[in-house]
């Protein structure tokens, strides 16, 4: 059931890199794009992994990459890591730097470690001229409040979680927001009145895969595929056609993450 609502998506946070993708890339590919996803960014979450991705983004039509070490991660980042995170960074395909960020709900590395590969990845992507893509869990007043002291150029908060206040605070930064699967979990119903009330412009859609599946999506992992079930949440929270949600999230990614013919890069 192909309809002008549901062509011409663009899944902007993607693990295609990740094992459980990996091992099924073409079916999971082939799924994507006869849902209508016809750009994805696969984002990187240590070096192997943002390897892996530009590797995918080099191989595969419409596909672009973001590199970066997850704030899970962020007590084994050494230096000899951001230097082959710019070193990968040169590829063409690469249009962000993340994903990165502060996880104090899973505190998987320290909060100091987490700190500090931060800080070390924003430096990045001031020095590249890149966007980064954060993951912020149960730290938003503190990545906020640091966002607010050095004011970068281009952030995107993947599936973002925080209230309205967060929300117009990160958009008072010119931030932009991914949003997925967390719209159909519990909080789903304030997530949806920060789309309601977020700039069309300030909007990205994102599946996350393999991980927040939403609800409703078949059973197994989280694919792009999935996308369109975003799309309808969005446009009723926002009270606007699928097709508009989508083409006006497509542009918004193509502009910041420099895809746009006239956006010079
Ligand atoms: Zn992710």
Not at 32 to 51: E, K, T
Not at 132 to 145: G, P, T
Not at 167 to 185: K, V, Y
Not at 190 to 209: G, H, M, W
Request: with cysteine; charged share 20%; net charge negative.
């Amino acid at each position: 059931m192909e309809s002008a609502s549901t062509s011409g998506l663009f899944d902007t946070h993607c693990h295609l890199n990740h094992p459980r993708l990996l091992k099924h890339l073409p079916a999971v590919l082939e799924r994507a794009r006869a849902a209508g996803v016809s750009q994805m960014l696969v984002v990187g979450y240590d070096v192997p992994s943002s390897q892996k991705a530009v590797e995918i983004a080099s191989t595969t039509a419409g596909v672009v990459s973001a590199v970066g070490v997850h704030p899970h991660d962020a007590a084994s980042v050494e230096d000899g890591d951001l230097a082959a995170l710019r070193a990968l960074a040169a590829h063409e395909t690469v249009v962000a730097i993340g994903e990165t960020g502060l996880d104090f709900y899973r505190n998987l590395s320290s909060q100091q470690a987490q700190r500090s590969a931060f800080e070390r990845h924003l430096d990045l992507g001031e020095e590249l001229g890149l966007p980064v893509i954060i993951h912020c869990r149960e730290a938003q007043d503190e990545l906020l409040a640091g966002l607010e002291a050095r004011q970068p150029s281009a952030v995107i908060w993947h599936a973002f979680e925080g209230n309205e206040t967060h929300a117009r605070r990160a958009a008072d930064l010119g931030s932009l927001f991914g949003f997925g699967g967390l719209l159909t979990r519990t909080g789903g119903d304030q997530l949806k009145q920060v789309v309601r009330e977020l700039p069309a412009e300030r909007i990205l859609l994102e599946t996350d895969s393999p991980y927040l599946l939403p609800t409703g999506g078949a059973r197994g992992d989280n694919e792009p595929a999935n996308l369109p079930l975003i799309v309808q949440i969005v446009a009723e929270a926002r009270g606007e056609s699928a097709s508009q949600v989508v083409q006006t999230a497509a542009e918004n990614a193509c502009h910041v993450f420099r895809l746009c013919p006239d956006s010079g890069s």
